[in-house]
């Protein structure tokens, strides 16, 4: 199995980031060999830049507020994702969709994570407390994370990684989420290090 070449990774966050603090500390601790390389995030006010610039990452607000156009924009995130030297792009939180430029330059090179078992409750719409939600709501035994990869529609890219977690008796939305929100912190770094590691082969550059 050949290695393949060192992940640099550029993340795109709305809010708060805790996965990318689980990816930080994975690589801060040595047990992901990863180069974060910037934090992008359409949301000034994002905790994750903040979790960014005290790591020590740029973090830079790229949003519609300061470009005329979604194209503009796609065009922004390509560049700055480019210009960091970043060959994986992890999605984190990340409310928007990408647009087409960078889906076409990172083709099978960009992750989401989604906090249930798709196919499974997902799509547009789809996100937060809504997923937990539907998850009681249809009664189902189990919940979970998927990792998997972005094209141009809402969590329907190849699945690369998933973690089940019971769903249990007096469950509400909060409790659920935060049971699956402790799998996320595991599985992302995981899943990057098989990455890493050759174990899970995604497109080449
Ligand atoms: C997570 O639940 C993730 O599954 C979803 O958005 C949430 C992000 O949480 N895509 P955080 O910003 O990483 O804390």
Redesign the pocket.
Known sequence: MSRPPPLHLGFL?????????AILDAIAAGTLPARACVVISNNSGAL?LERARAAGVTALHLSRQSYPDDEALDRAILGALRSAGVNLVV????MKKLGPRVLGAYRGRVL????ALLPRHGGQGM??MRVHEAVLAAGDRESG?TIHLVDEEYDRGPILAQARVPVLPGDTPETL?ER??AE?HRLYPDTLRRIAAGEITLEKL
């Open positions: 966050a709305s809010h708060g980031g805790s996965n990318l603090q994750a999605l984190a939180g990340y989401n994570i989604h906090p996100f937060g994370v989420a699956v929100l996320e």
